[in-house]
């Protein structure tokens, strides 16, 4: 299966973003004047200005965890719960 003209340049961008916020100093390794190359350089700014603060910060959330069991959450994954199923935590009873 061929790899699509999309799929590189976007793999270019994600990879400058990467290499902008870790700030790891790479050069370009795209070929010069190629949507590759300036997907590259757009990413990397991007990344840097992500790294300092700028358009896209990082949300956290935070929490205090309570129940050793749950982690928390209240809600209890065992080994007989699949497919994404939960049930409630009987050690804190669903409080976290």
């Not at 003209?5 to 004047?33: D, L, Q, W």
């Not at 949300?59 to 699949?82: D, P, Q, W």
């Amino acid at each position: 299966m061929a790899v699509s003209k999309v799929f590189m340049i976007c793999n270019a961008y994600e990879s400058g973003i990467g290499h902008g916020y870790k700030s790891t100093g790479v050069i370009n390794p795209h070929r010069g004047n190629t949507d590759e190359y300036e997907a590259f350089e757009i990413g990397y700014v991007k990344g840097i200005k992500n790294r300092n603060g700028g358009e896209c910060k990082m949300k956290t959330i935070e929490f205090k965890e309570v129940c050793k069991e749950c982690k928390g959450t209240g809600l209890y994954v065992g080994t007989t719960e699949r497919c994404g199923a939960t049930v409630v935590c009987q050690t804190c009873k669903g409080t976290g």
